[in-house]
C-alpha cells in the first residue's frame, strides 16, 4: 500500500473529524485527494489539492463549505478536514494519489458513519 491513511470513525450529526494521509517522498506526485464510497453507490471524488504546492483545491458540491483539504508535512502528505458532518456523509472515504500520467495510487479505505 502507497499510501498510509488515518482518521474516520463514528460520529453525530455536526460534528467533526479530520482524516490524513500520506505517501513515499520517493512519489513525485501531482494531485492527492480523498473519493467516498457509500453502499450501493459508486465512488466519487470528494476534495483534492495540488501537490507538493498545496494549490488548486477542487471540492464535490455536496462537501463545499463544511470540508477543508489541506496539505500537511511532507511532500505527498494532505488532510481533509470535515466539518458539520451529515448522515449522507456516511461511507467508506479513501485517499488518492495522482501522477501527471495518469496513473494513481490508493491507499486502504477507512469508515466515517455520522449518525443522527
Known amino acids: 500500500v502507497q499510501l498510509q491513511a488515518s482518521g474516520g470513525g463514528p460520529v453525530w450529526t455536526g460534528e467533526s473529524l479530520k482524516l490524513s494521509c500520506s505517501g513515499s517522498?520517493?512519489?513525485?506526485?501531482?494531485?492527492m485527494g480523498w473519493y467516498r464510497q457509500a453502499p450501493g453507490k459508486e465512488r466519487e471524488l470528494v476534495a483534492s489539492?495540488?501537490?507538493?504546492?498545496?494549490?488548486?483545491?477542487n471540492y464535490a458540491d455536496s462537501v463545499k463549505g463544511r470540508f477543508t483539504i489541506s496539505k500537511s508535512n511532507g511532500r505527498n502528505s494532505v488532510n481533509l478536514q470535515m466539518n458539520n458532518l451529515q448522515p449522507e456523509d456516511t461511507a467508506v472515504y479513501y485517499c488518492?494519489?495522482?501522477?501527471?500520467?495518469?496513473?494513481?495510487?490508493w491507499g486502504e479505505g477507512t469508515q466515517v458513519t455520522v449518525s443522527s
Open positions: 517522498r520517493s512519489y513525485n506526485y501531482a494531485f
Open positions: 488518492n494519489a495522482k501522477f501527471f500520467t495518469g496513473a494513481e495510487h
Open positions: 489539492i495540488r501537490v507538493p504546492s498545496g494549490g488548486s483545491p
